[in-house]
């Protein structure tokens, strides 16, 4: 009897060791149920290691037959009295955020967290320092620090531009008229974005509901600032330093913020046509190129421009630009994923494999045409294959990836040549040329090599090129218009004295040292 | 001879030195100081006979004759290491592949003007 009240007591202690985990497993948690409603396309990731952990037991390839633990198994089986669990565990109902919220704290996932820190730290790091060496290395020895200044000082206004209007209007839904146009006004001056410690509840945005707002408001403003610093380079060592400031503060609220709303917002027009834009092809890059060509336009050219060399201050600071580019290109585009996740890991690997091969694509085009291949050339593809890899990072393959890369280089290559040589506009540092073109040939090779296993729908190139074409209309429409009112406030141009003293002492009264 | 057209004529020459060659010269200093002008015309006259610019070694003469220089009529031979340096690159025909891209004039434009790639 005692043998038997034992084998019993052994029985079910050994049954509640093999299905504990089990159970654990399959227990979905509320904030896993709204999490995986909440997100704008499914991630495609295998499905979770309950199967995976039977494997063993039911392999033919192990040469295990399926009732291997049977000689394990020397108790009999638990009595009908012992309680089973239930056959469905009960769910809680799933909550599908349409905007931002508060949520328990213990909701939001760790990893995708830390991640997207990391990742908003990575973009950051491509503006300050990186664009700035990045364009600083190009000008003329006179106007270095004036570009330096012009993209912390962009990165300054942005960033308070942002927190009082940007983000709000980006990244909330619109009233129901102009909801697909522009946001809300629920998060000006950040308003909401809070954490309660009592409570335990955090904002989240629709978006991303698995980390805290704050922190994806602070992933989507270093976007702000890099598209913003972009544009730079298109009117460097001409534009007076206030008017830098007045556009690009009018620019984010009036040209950026709305195209992020249209693209990314759910309820943004361009989403809800299909278009896909993983990181930012056409709100970054064809954004900042066309704006760039306007402003090249707009103010006209250098003095001596197209009689006189103008030869780059420092490539080898250009040459550091580009590195801190690409590492932070990974926070860029795996960034987007919003998650710690096999979509980041993806987006990852083939943004280095498009860098690399946008690298050696217009070192052969240049190679071929001009005799050599320059550090410059080199510089430049790899930023021509990270701008076209950045709209389908998380939603193509690595094999794509070698394409994407391959023909950005030589269209870029062309884009800052050929094409700029027809367009007879002073886009100084090829903003149009690189990310112009970059970010088109991106948008569209998107339509043609998205995955339906990865991106959730196929790639459509028509509806990619009605997205880019949206975007380059409206960008040279309104970065015209922004130009005009800055014009009305202060002269666009230094005088040409100005010029030739050029624009560090003229503007900034300092002098870069030997 | 007047200023003027010493100018003038460094001046040309100086336009031209710098489409066929890329050299940037200094027009001013080129007719005020007698062995920076003479050195220019030498440079005309090799690069004249070595890449078969006729004009660039009619402007050189020029200058010579104004500024009353005297430097011979024909440059002497290229040295056999600048002839192998102005020899065509092996491979692609440069100029076909530029055409391709619609870039045959930044081909041969001097660095750096009009573009910095």
Request: charged residues 10%; neutral net charge.
């Amino acid at each position: 009897m005692y043998h038997c009240k034992q084998s019993i007591a052994l029985a079910f202690s050994l049954w509640l060791t093999v299905m504990a985990p089990v159970h654990a497993q399959t227990s979905p948690a509320a904030p896993a149920a709204l999490t995986q409603a909440s997100q704008p396309v499914p991630d495609t990731a295998p499905p979770p290691s309950v199967p995976l952990a039977a494997t063993p037991v039911s392999s033919a390839s192990s040469g295990t037959p399926a009732v291997v633990l049977a000689p394990q198994v020397v108790v009999p089986t638990p009595p009908a009295v012992v309680p089973t669990p239930p056959a469905v565990v009960p769910t809680p109902p799933v909550v599908v955020l349409t905007q931002p919220g508060l949520v328990r704290a213990d909701s939001l996932n760790g990893a995708d967290t830390a991640w997207m820190l990391m990742a908003t730290a990575l973009v950051l790091l491509m503006t300050l320092p990186g664009i700035a060496l990045f364009y600083g290395g190009m000008v003329r020895r006179k106007s270095v620090l004036n570009v330096m200044a012009s993209v912390l000082a962009t990165c300054a206004i942005v960033s308070l531009l942002w927190f009082a209007v940007g983000y709000s209007i980006a990244f909330t839904p619109g009233s129901s008229a102009l909801g697909p146009y522009v946001g809300g006004t629920g998060r000006l001056w950040f308003a909401g974005l809070d954490y309660i410690k009592d409570a335990q509840q955090v904002a989240v945005s629709h978006i991303a509901p698995n980390i805290p707002e704050s922190v994806y408001a602070m992933f989507q403003l270093t976007f702000a600032i890099i598209t913003a610093a972009l544009v730079v380079g298109a009117f460097v060592e001409r534009m007076r330093f206030s008017a830098t400031l007045i556009f690009m503060s009018l620019w984010t609220l009036l040209v950026y913020a709305p195209i992020a709303h249209w693209v990314w917002e759910p309820s943004g027009w361009l989403a809800r046509l299909g278009t896909l834009d993983f990181a930012g092809g056409s709100v970054v890059h064809i954004n900042a190129g066309m704006a760039g060509l306007v402003c090249a336009y707009a103010l006209g050219p250098r003095r001596g421009y197209g009689r006189e060399a103008f030869s780059p201050f420092n490539l080898g600071l250009t040459m550091a630009g580009t590195g801190l580019l690409w590492v932070g290109w990974f926070g860029f585009n795996a960034g987007s994923a919003v998650a710690a996740d096999g979509r980041a890991g993806l987006a990852m690997t083939v943004t280095h494999i498009a860098a690399a091969a946008g690298a050696l694509s217009w070192m052969v085009a240049e190679w071929v045409t001009r005799g050599r291949p320059s550090l410059l050339g080199l510089c430049s593809g790899v930023v021509a294959g990270l701008v076209a890899i950045t709209p389908a990072a998380g939603y193509v393959q690595p094999s794509a990836a070698v394409v994407f890369g391959m023909v950005a280089g030589v269209a870029c290559y062309w884009g800052a040549t050929g094409l700029k040589r027809l367009l007879r506009a002073d886009d100084s540092l090829d903003v149009f040329g690189v990310h112009g073109v970059g970010g088109i040939v991106g948008s569209l090779l998107t339509g043609v090599f998205a995955s339906k296993s990865l991106a959730g729908v196929d790639g459509s190139v028509l509806t990619q090129l009605i997205g880019a074409g949206a975007v380059m209309l409206y960008s040279l429409l309104m970065t015209a218009l922004v130009l005009w009112i800055t014009s009305l406030c202060v002269s666009l141009r230094v005088s040409e004295a100005d010029e030739i003293e050029g624009l560090d002492i003229t503007q900034h009264a300092e002098r870069l040292g030997t | 001879m007047l200023a003027n057209e010493k100018i003038a004529i460094a001046a040309h020459l100086h336009v031209l030195l710098r489409r066929k060659t890329g050299r940037v010269t200094d027009t001013e200093w080129m007719v005020s100081n007698r062995e920076y002008a003479l050195e220019i015309v030498r440079f005309a006259r090799e690069k004249a006979t070595q890449d078969g610019h006729a004009d660039l070694g009619i402007m050189a003469n020029r200058l010579a004759d104004i500024m009353a220089l005297t430097a011979p009529a024909q440059a002497a031979p290229a040295p056999r290491a600048a002839q192998a340096k102005a020899a065509p690159e092996p491979g692609f025909n440069l100029f076909t592949a530029s055409r391709s891209f619609g870039d045959s004039e930044s081909a041969q434009a001097p660095r750096y003007v009009a573009g910095l790639r």
